[in-house]
């Protein structure tokens, strides 16, 4: 009895725990992005609302733990806040990834999906926070390596969405290109989340047996230096490496 009452109160949990999501969202974007429009020029204004996203998304963290839903390895998270400016690449266990890193994070730009700039509760959110959509090709990313070039951190997830259960999904290129065109090290933070819970496809009220426990790794930095005189080669070549990395880390081959 007393493990189907922590069930439920985790499903109570992870509930609630997306209710304040989408509200937070809604006032970020209803609320925080006009005032600031007013009041400051836009690249001032995007870091005002990055850091008002990273302050919610800390709040958002602790609710969650309070609820039971997830515990966070403080140490571990602690390493993601280094210095500015970085290439962050991470892998995508689980839906919360996002939020987990960007907790940790006061400055983060950020490459979304297209669709985020038309749902009601992120379009406010990612048009304040001027983060990047992925679907204009070279343009995304120059525009990408340009905020590099500027002093500011730049996280991105090389599989684009959650990863299959058991492995890694297909890691795409563009991470590599921002890289190799920005003539950056990349740094990769491996995720880590037991038991596994809203994964790719899982209903949010299929919580595991128990709270999920995440931890970050930052690795060591990649060099984005190559002798191969096309970019896209040099993209290829440097995709693999990202992804040897993180099957050594998480202990599978994917």
């Known amino acids: 009895m007393r493990h189907l009452l922590d069930r439920w109160k985790r ?12 509200f937070g969202s809604l006032v970020i974007g209803l609320v925080v992005h006009p005032i600031l429009r007013m009041a400051m020029r ?4 995007e870091r005002a609302v990055q850091r008002a996203i990273h302050i919610t998304f800390r709040w958002f963290q602790a609710f969650m733990e309070s609820a039971g839903v997830i515990e966070v390895d403080a140490a ?32 983060a730009d950020c ?8 749902n009601p509760f992120t379009a406010g959110v990612v048009r304040g926070a001027g983060y990047v959509p992925n679907d204009a090709g070279e343009t995304t990313v120059a525009e990408c ?8 951190t730049l996280l991105l997830f090389p599989e684009g969405t959650r990863s299959p259960a058991g492995g890694l999904g297909v890691f795409e290129r563009g991470a590599a290109h921002v890289a190799l065109l920005a003539g950056c090290p990349t740094y990769p933070v491996t995720i880590r989340c ?11 009220y299929d919580v595991p047996a128990s ?20 970019r896209g080669r040099a993209a290829r070549k440097l995709t693999a490496r990202y992804r040897a990395h993180f099957e050594k880390e998480l202990g599978r081959s994917a």
């Open 11 to 22: 499903i109570a949990g992870t509930g609630a725990s997306f209710a304040l999501f989408g």
């Open 42 to 45: 836009r690249e001032d204004r």
């Open 76 to 107: 571990s998270a602690a390493s993601l806040a280094g210095a500015p400016g970085r290439l962050l690449i991470a892998n995508h266990p689980t839906l919360l990834d996002y939020v987990l890193v960007v907790a940790q994070l006061p400055q």
């Open 111 to 118: 490459v979304v999906k297209r669709s985020h700039w038309s």
């Open 145 to 152: 390596a340009r905020r590099l070039a500027a002093g500011r």
């Open 194 to 204: 037991e038991p596994r819970g809203l994964m790719r496809g899982q209903p949010w």
């Open 211 to 230: 709270r999920m426990r995440f931890s970050f790794a930052v690795g060591a930095p990649i060099a984005s230096e190559t002798a191969e005189a096309s």
